[in-house]
């Protein structure tokens, strides 16, 4: 996303959610100042400007039926809105700074070597969280049978220059979604 589209995102979630809770009479949350309350306003509109604007006014409804404060009059809390707003339209790879972080870090550039990285970003897309030692552990070694495989494949076309369709459209697939996790690791890095 450029910075056109980012800044013109920012603008459909401050028309398409931020202002339709405020018309329903939500007002910011006690425990935050005014400036608080606009950061936070801030980042919401920064991190959903992916999403369209359907999932959008989804997300409005949804929240405007969940209101925070003893009055279940104030704004939900954005954390609260961030983990609904994934579950509406979760964000794209190419949007989710942790995703491009991991494939940066050595943890995911080793996976990405070793060939199992596109199990690690199923994980990563399922669970949004940074993978601890044993999770990485555990991913490894549940890819081992498609790390073979492909490896297998590999030496097979080497030596006999073709693969039979089946085979070929698995390898295909398997080689975009390793170009993908490379490229995520590349945008962080260069980002």
Known sequence: M????????????????????????????????VAAFEA???NLCQRLAYMSDASLMALE????????GKERDRFPVGNEIL?????????????SPLIC???????????ISEGWAP???QHLRKNRSWPSNWTLSTIRDGAARDVRRLQDLEGRLAREGELAPPERDWRERRIAALDR??????????G
């Open 2 to 33: 450029n910075s056109e589209e980012q800044a013109q995102g920012e603008k459909r979630v401050m028309q398409l959610l931020v202002d339709p809770l405020r018309r329903r009479g939500l007002a910011k949350r006690a425990v935050l100042t």
């Open 40 to 42: 936070e306003v801030d």
């Open 61 to 68: 409804e949804h929240a405007a039926a969940r209101p925070s």
């Open 83 to 95: 983990n609904w707003a994934a579950d509406i339209q979760p964000p794209s790879d190419s949007a």
């Open 101 to 111: 972080a991991v494939f940066a870090h050595a943890c995911g550039q080793s996976a």
């Open 119 to 121: 199990e690690l970003l």
């Open 181 to 190: 996790c490379r490229a995520m690791g590349k945008g962080q890095q260069h």
